[in-house]
């Protein structure tokens, strides 16, 4: 966390709740050195019902972080909306990913297993530690379906015909 001294002068809190296709895509990471680059202080955290940020910035500011955000989201994200109020004054002195929470048994949207991007593949390929490893993530095609069924395993929430599928049963 790089904590941004002096951005506090003229700055109002400003709480944005974005919806739509937000979770599993690199959303709050991209959220984060988003912030970084326009050196905004303050969180995000993925809650049931989007993505929530509360950030430190000018009316200008926030509104040119709108702006970037809509304009180079992660590609498998799917922005639907947007909600921008001002909050109660609050001071942060640096900016971070909070964890998730959960506010209801609402289910978000899942994204779709999309094809493996060239970093993804690239990183199997080359990293020493991870060649010909299949359960990678990426910020850019989200997670891999591998992963979701490895997951499922460990935590037990998976059908019995899955495992037999899996050769598991």
């Known amino acids: 966390m790089i904590p941004y001294p002096g951005t506090m002068q003229n700055t109002e809190t400003y709480k944005l709740m974005i919806y739509g296709l937000v979770q599993g895509v690199g959303f709050r990471p991209f959220i984060f050195r988003l912030a970084h680059a326009h050196r905004l202080n303050g969180w995000v955290e993925n809650r049931t019902d989007g993505v929530i940020l509360m950030i430190n910035a000018t009316h200008e500011g926030i509104l040119k972080f709108r702006d970037e955000m809509v304009n180079t989201a992660p590609v498998a994200s799917s922005i639907e909306s947007i909600e921008i109020v001002k909050a109660g004054r609050q001071e942060f002195n640096s900016f971070e990913i909070r964890n998730s929470e959960d506010l209801s048994d609402a289910v978000t949207e899942i994204s779709p297993d999309i094809a493996v991007c060239q970093n993804c593949l690239s990183d199997m ?45």
């Open 125 to 169: 390929k080359e990293q020493p530690h991870r060649k010909g490893y299949p359960l990678i993530n990426c910020t850019h095609c989200g997670l891999r379906s591998e992963i979701s069924v490895y997951s499922a395993l460990h935590t037990g929430h998976i059908s019995k015909g899955a495992m037999v599928v899996l050769g598991r049963s």
